[in-house]
């Protein structure tokens, strides 16, 4: 297995750990950005707002933390101050004039500069990253299925038609199949379903020449993001097409009209279309249909070129079997958050082997969840409460597991 660390010895890295809140409000802050100036170590806060950045064991210590709609702060940290930082945004105001916005015919004219100043705008190398991949299950409330592993992405340049690798560098799984009383939900794909969503790279999962004519585009209010002012489009499908498009926003720089954000859903309005699109393989007494499917991507900045950073897909399903009085509620969230990156260069391994297919489904693997350790260097997404108590549940069992087979070595047949 072909791996590649950007961090050195484990002696050689530091921990940041803090929240990020609105300052009017206290409220915690989800997916703000928080990256090391002098680098491109970076994390996101969780749903609560945490955030844990492992850096190099370097001198100076500056973070930029921006979130959509506030003001970006940069914060010098010392060595001495890493811990449970504060960090509060102030929001962000911005009015554009008429004057803004009718330099463009419509809204749909401005997305096709978007895409038509790709090359401009991404980054035109090819770029290793590493990232931190995490995917939930939930029965109603209840964590039933949790997996997270580190990858190397091998970003191909964004005006390439190649599609990117993954490879996978350490992983782990648990499930606990009996919450998964009713179906057994499993999500194929794996990182590849955060990687498609980047939509600069994967244009045609959303916009193609064809369904960009069953989309209606208009203008939203204008926000900033990382520091910068960004038009709002929003884009919902039109009432006379049959076939399941999406309604969202993008997220556009005024400056560059780069995409930096977007958020989209499904219609689910035509729920035997949405189920052939989104479910691959179902038992044949088993009805399900689809609640909610939400896609959130975001991309950052490097001197002047973009790239994508982060992607969140959110996945409800109702499932009922046949002759079963109650339904059940799943819920599936998967999200990958880029935490370094470098171009690429001729000594990197950049070939096929050992890496994961786009069909694939996170295989079973409990043990790294027995190592408090088991991360290393690797930076991840800081697990909300409902996900640590999820781990200490799984170390708990691995541990009476244990228990059970060192009890019965010794017995007699």
Known sequence: MSTHTFAQTNDSYIEINGNVVNIITGEPIIAASIQEVNSNASTITNTEGAFLLKINNSGTITL???????????????????????????????????????????????????????????????????????????????????????????????????????????????????????????LQGGPFSTLYIDLMKYPEYVFTSYTMEGYDFEF???????????????????????????????????????????????????????????????????????????????????????????????????????RRLFKSTYSLTCEMAVTDWELFDNTQDWSSKNTLSSSIIMSDEASGFSDPKFWGEYNVIEPEKSIESAIRKIQRRLQKEDGKTEASVGKKP
Not at 99 to 120: G, M, P, Q, S, W
Not at 267 to 285: G, H, T
Not at 291 to 303: A, F, G, Q
């Open 220 to 322: 939203g209010p204008s926000s900033e993001i990382n520091g910068a002012t960004v038009y709002t489009v929003e884009f919902k499908q039109k009432d006379n097409v049959i076939d399941p498009l999406y309604n969202g926003k993008l997220y556009i720089n005024t400056n560059s009209l780069a995409l930096v954000k977007a958020t989209f859903s499904l219609n689910l309005s035509n729920q035997s279309e949405v189920i052939n699109l989104l479910v691959k393989r179902k038992p044949d007494n088993v009805r399900i249909k689809a609640k909610n499917i939400e896609y959130t991507v975001d991309y950052r900045e490097k001197n002047g070129k973009w790239y994508y950073g982060y992607s969140k897909a959110n996945l409800t399903f109702e499932v009922k079997k046949r």
């Open 64 to 186: 930029k933390v921006d979130a959509l709609g506030f003001k970006p702060k940069t914060v010098t940290v010392s060595k001495s101050n890493v811990n449970d930082l504060h960090i509060a945004l102030q929001t962000s105001s911005i009015e554009l004039t008429e004057v803004n916005i009718t330099t463009y015919k419509n809204a749909r004219d401005l997305v096709d500069k978007v895409f038509a100043k790709k090359r401009t705008n991404y980054l035109g190398d090819k770029t290793l990253m590493t990232a931190f991949y995490r995917e939930t299950i939930k029965k109603r409330n209840k964590n039933a299925s949790l997996a997270e592993a580190v990858l190397n992405l091998y970003k191909q340049p964004y005006d390439d038609a190649k599609q990117d690798v993954i490879k996978l560098v350490k992983s782990r799984k648990n499930t606990d199949y009996s919450k998964l009383d009713t179906i057994a939900l499993k």
